[in-house]
């Protein structure tokens, strides 16, 4: 964080990353000093409702944030800015976005949590276009003119007003990350799974519960370890307790409704139960305590990757580990599919993981529900996500210590590496299939059964 002080006393020269949240209603003219090596202005949390018609001269501009102000329409100088790369406006009050406001080279647009009905036609001229977060709006449809976008790889469209996804969103030759839980096209599917979970899941009095460390917080909630005063005594779990708002990836309740619908499977986290008598009315789940041998497989996508996982320098996995957890991580999408579930954010950072390759997925933030009826229409879902296992093989393959003799086996995972990137949705195999080659290769490397 800097101050106005800091900028206007020439403190700042040569920065590259600005970051300002001071109550700003204009851009400060000083900021213009920095324009030869400025790159990355972050000026979310202020009052800003306008940016001024020179911002061009920020003439090596890559990266704008501008959340939680009070924008009501994206600023067309936006479209002026030759090297913006990757603009976020999330939580503003925006309702219009013209062709004007888009800059040649977009990457990356966050426009999470605004007041948008509609989207330009020209959006489908941005070549570069890889991510597109639209989560928290009023959208009733998509431009056709999306389906031109051929490098989009993630977009979130929860939370809006669609009654349908159009096919062609289903042919885009690299899109892999889908979330569009929360619209009235499958609000049906998640009060179902809402009023099963009250059946078949108990309810936890939070009375119960004594909160310890936190373990990790996202941007849907906080999980905590905690004691649960069962009647076979003091047990150890894990609570999750949900913040109620708008997330990137879309609602907390459309989250809750697909963990309930997910059920169990040896690869994802048990659920004991929900949280109930919160005194501040708060959603919660109690899961499993995972143990303390398991770790995150991967850090988030960076600024730079945008839609890849960040792994540390020296991550390495011997064959079979990698083996089990790829088999694990498909084993777990047949089954989410089967439940109608499209998890929506299949990557190594949403995986903790064993070093022997135990691994379990978690986060269902950006899962959405689908009608489980197994139709070409349903298969869709799958071969979409196929190409998200896809990039996790990838990920996974380069960083494998293979000895020698497992050329072979090396060689059958690369071709269905291959196969799930497919630019053709149609070619990219169903998960039963993807098990099926999985368990072959780990048979042919770890001929003793090993449970994933």
């Not at 647009?109 to 036609?121: F, G, K, R, S, Y």
């Not at 020296?314 to 777990?332: E, N, S, V, Y």
């Not at 349903?378 to 190409?387: C, G, I, T, Y």
């Not at 003799?405 to 070619?427: F, H, Y």
């Amino acid at each position: 964080m800097h101050t106005l002080e800091q900028l206007r006393s020439g403190a700042m020269a040569g920065h590259k990353r600005v970051k300002l949240a001071c109550g700003l209603t204009e851009l400060p003219a000083d900021i213009y000093q920095l324009a030869d090596g400025l790159e990355i202005l972050d000026l979310s949390g202020n009052a800003l409702s306008s940016l001024p018609d020179d911002l061009p001269r920020l003439h090596k501009l890559r990266i704008l944030f501008c959340s939680d102000n009070r924008f009501t329409e994206l600023p067309p100088v936006l479209g002026r800015c030759p090297q913006l790369r990757m603009v976020g406006f999330k939580a503003n009050r925006i309702a219009k976005v013209s062709a004007q406001s888009l800059p040649p080279r977009l990457r990356w647009l966050t426009l999470t949590d605004n007041c948008i009905t509609e989207l330009p036609a020209a959006l489908g001229q941005c070549a570069d276009l890889q991510k597109l977060m639209l989560a928290g709006n009023r959208l009733t449809a998509l431009p056709d003119a999306l389906a031109a976008c051929h490098r989009l790889e993630l977009i979130r469209l929860s939370a809006n007003a669609l009654t349908h996804l159009p096919d062609w969103l289903f042919a885009l030759p690299r899109l892999s990350w889908l979330a569009f839980a929360g619209n009235p096209l499958c609000a049906a599917l998640e009060s179902a799974a809402l009023a099963d979970s009250q059946a078949a899941l108990p309810d936890i009095a939070w009375s119960s519960l004594q909160l310890q460390e936190l373990l990790g917080e996202g941007a849907s909630g906080v999980i905590h370890r905690a004691q649960h005063a069962a009647e076979a005594g003091a047990q150890p779990v894990a609570v999750k307790l949900f913040k109620g708002a708008m997330t990137s990836d879309g609602l907390p309740l459309s989250e809750m409704a697909a963990c309930l619908r997910a059920g169990r499977h040896a690869n994802l986290i048990p659920l004991r139960g929900r949280v109930s008598e919160h005194p501040d009315g708060a959603l919660g789940l109690v899961m499993g305590l995972v143990g303390p041998e398991f770790r995150n497989l991967a850090q988030p996508p960076s600024l730079e990757t945008c839609t890849r996982d960040v792994y540390d320098a020296d991550c390495r996995f011997a064959l079979a580990a990698a083996l089990r957890m790829a088999a694990g991580m498909a084993a777990t999408a047949r089954h989410l599919h089967a439940q109608g579930i499209l998890h929506g954010d299949l990557y190594g950072h949403n995986m903790l993981h064993a070093r022997a390759g135990h691994a379990m997925l978690g986060d269902f933030g950006a899962a959405s529900l689908y009608p489980a009826d197994h139709t070409p229409s349903s298969a869709r879902f799958q071969r979409l996500e196929a190409r998200a296992f896809g990039c996790l093989l990838e990920e996974l393959l380069d960083r494998i210590d293979a000895s020698g003799g497992a050329d072979a086996v090396l060689s059958s995972l690369q071709q269905l590496k291959n196969r799930c990137l497919s630019t053709v949705p149609a070619e990219r195999p169903l998960f039963a299939e993807i098990e099926d080659r999985l368990a072959d290769a780990l048979r042919a490397v770890a001929p003793a059964p090993v449970s994933v």
